[in-house]
């Protein structure tokens, strides 16, 4: 019978136990948990930011990716003191919800010990929770495209969105396409965003038609790319920058500049747009967080 082999870590002050480090959850690459908390502490400086008074929901990968995962949206009971949560009222629920919130080291390393993968946060900050800062758009390539028709979109929905006086930031998911997130840290709400989101995704299906959809009945999206705008809503949460995906080798969603985006389009090599944690590690270490105004940028929606 197998036993847990624990050791323990000091983050911050704080005394984490963590298991069976050796573990591999990557097991193309032979990438261990102990690479995954590893990769989380490096990358603390630039990620915490994106993370700060968030729920998050868990998705967790107990054996490894390309096994059994689930995603947990109420914060384990287990959970160390130090932990925060969000109390927030879910309406499909019709009750009160306990997400877990990532406000310091500690707690990323402890998520990242419970095989925690990724990281899919709210557009919100709790209290707030009516109150996106961001608007986000996921560029989804359906059968017969794939991330070089995404980035494509991307450049017809940037100017889109500057004809309304809207910046905009790019970023891979991390799996198969990409996303774009605009910065508005102004007072909004979720009613006004996804209807604005719709509305915008809908403005550049309409430009091009033979190659964007924004409905996502499998049906209709072959050869074309998906703008999926339904991730403005208050019950949905979005992979974070710099979070890790369950892809066979582990790849990062990683922040990209418009330029270096239209690089990558032009040299035509899908594999281009996949980084590993190292290639991040190198990027944040020359570059910073390419997503940092994001998190500051004041813009506002004008219909």
């Not at 605009?182 to 915008?200: C, G, M, R, W, Y």
Request: with cysteine.
């Amino acid at each position: 019978m197998a036993t847990k082999k624990t050791s323990e870590l000091e983050i911050e002050g704080r005394t984490l136990t963590v298991s069976n480090l050796q573990k591999v959850l990557y097991p193309a690459a032979g990438f261990t948990k102990g690479d995954v908390i590893r990769y989380f502490i490096d990358l603390g400086p630039v990620l915490l930011p994106h993370l700060e008074s968030r729920p998050i929901t868990l998705k967790r990968y107990p054996d490894g990716v390309g096994k059994f995962f689930f995603y947990e949206k109420s914060c384990p009971p287990y959970r160390p003191k130090w932990v925060a949560t969000a109390k927030v009222y879910s309406k499909r629920r019709e009750g009160d919800m306990h997400f877990c919130v990532v406000n310091n080291l500690a707690s990323l390393v402890w998520m990242a010990n419970l095989a925690d993968l990724e990281l899919h946060t709210s557009l919100s900050k709790f209290p707030e929770m009516q109150r996106p800062t961001t608007i986000a758009f996921d560029l989804d390539p359906g059968e017969g495209t794939n991330v070089l028709q995404c980035a494509q979109v991307a450049f017809w929905l940037k100017e889109k969105l500057a004809k309304l006086k809207l910046e905009s930031w790019a970023k891979t998911s991390g799996s198969k396409g990409i996303q774009i997130y605009v910065p508005l840290n102004t007072p909004i709400t979720f009613d006004e965003t996804k209807v604005a989101s719709h509305q915008i995704a809908d403005a550049v299906a309409a430009d091009h038609p033979d190659a964007v959809v924004t409905n996502m009945l499998k049906s209709l999206r072959k050869k074309k790319v998906l703008i999926d705008w339904s991730q403005n809503d208050d019950h949905k949460t979005t992979v974070c920058v710099y979070s890790l995906r369950a892809t066979e080798k582990p790849q990062v969603s990683t922040p990209l500049t418009w330029p270096e985006l239209s690089r990558l389009w032009k040299k035509g090599d899908p594999d281009a747009f996949r980084f590993s944690p190292d290639d991040v590690r190198a990027r944040v270490k020359k570059h910073g967080d390419l997503f940092a105004p994001v998190l500051t940028l004041k813009q506002r929606f004008r219909k």
